[in-house]
């Protein structure tokens, strides 16, 4: 194990993975609280579903990268729904199911135009070893962005998540602050597939913060304790999945909610009751 972990702090191409892991666990340690808060877990596993078909379509067009056209595709699904919420009255949970099947099932039919599922199970699970440069650069420029966004318009985004009609009679532009919060949130699980796949990126914006609030009574305290979270499941899971030859992105996964189950435990010890009426 020692030997697994030095490795990444010596070997260039290993540092590079750790670094974009820590990166994308960063990311979305930070916005875990709002998704949970806001009740979005749904929302972010509909995006996360519709990256497959941008990654299908910038296989079809050739390109070496579907990186593009992969944060592109979420980054308008999710401006799409957006788009959708202000004008209809269909529940969101409605609009989402819309979304996640429409998205995945383009997705399928790009990936029979492409005559054949290659490199599908790293989008679908995960391709941490995969991760290079330009995937460095892109995840350190999104965990600046979702740390930007948190620290100036946090308060503003917990608002919207009590309650909307409140926020509108404080002021708060609402559909300026979903818009962009649903943006931010399209591009961190876009990026975060990279990492731990499209089937569990979504794990990483639920559990860090549901794991927090076990242990927490304060909303920074959750904050705090999410991104504490996140990065402890990202740096366990690689670790461990480099010393057991497993792979990372599920163990990242598998860590997280080990840590939750414990901190579920462990709720009594902090003053929270074992049950929620």
């Not at 990444?8 to 916005?31: K, M, P």
């Not at 959708?84 to 529940?91: K, N, V």
């Not at 602050?177 to 794990?203: D, P, Q, S, T």
């Not at 030859?245 to 929270?272: C, D, K, M, W, Y």
């Amino acid at each position: 194990m020692p030997d697994v972990i030095l490795g990444y702090f010596t070997d260039g191409w290993q540092a590079t993975i750790l670094a974009c892991v820590v990166l994308a666990c960063l990311s979305s340690g930070v916005l875990s609280p709002i998704v949970v808060s806001s009740r979005m877990a749904f929302f972010s596993d509909a995006v996360a579903h519709s990256t497959l078909a941008g990654v299908a379509l910038g296989m079809l067009l050739g390109f070496g990268s579907p990186t593009t056209t992969m944060i592109g595709f979420a980054v308008v699904v999710a401006l799409l729904i957006a788009t959708l919420r202000q004008y209809t009255t269909l529940s969101l949970d409605s609009l989402l199911g819309v979304a996640m099947a429409g998205s995945l099932a383009v997705g399928v039919l790009l990936y029979h135009r492409t005559k054949g599922y290659s490199d599908l199970h790293g989008y679908l699970f995960g391709a941490v070893s995969l991760l290079g440069t330009q995937d460095l650069v892109i995840l350190a420029a999104n965990a600046v962005l979702a740390l930007v966004m948190v620290g100036l318009f946090a308060n503003r985004f917990l608002l919207l998540a009590v309650s909307r009609p409140l926020a509108q009679a404080r002021g708060v532009p609402v559909a300026r602050y979903e818009y962009l919060l649903i943006v931010v949130l399209g591009l961190v699980v876009a990026v975060g597939v990279r990492a731990v796949g499209l089937l569990m990126v979504n794990a990483l914006l639920i559990v860090p913060a549901a794991t927090s609030r076990n242990v927490t009574r304060t909303v920074a305290g959750m904050f705090w304790g999410s991104v504490l979270v996140a990065l402890a499941s990202g740096l366990i899971g690689l670790f461990g999945a480099g010393w057991l030859g497993l792979t990372e992105g599920p163990s990242i996964v598998v860590v997280a909610v080990v840590l939750f189950i414990v901190s579920q435990a462990l709720r009594p010890l902090f003053g929270h009751q074992v049950a929620e009426a």
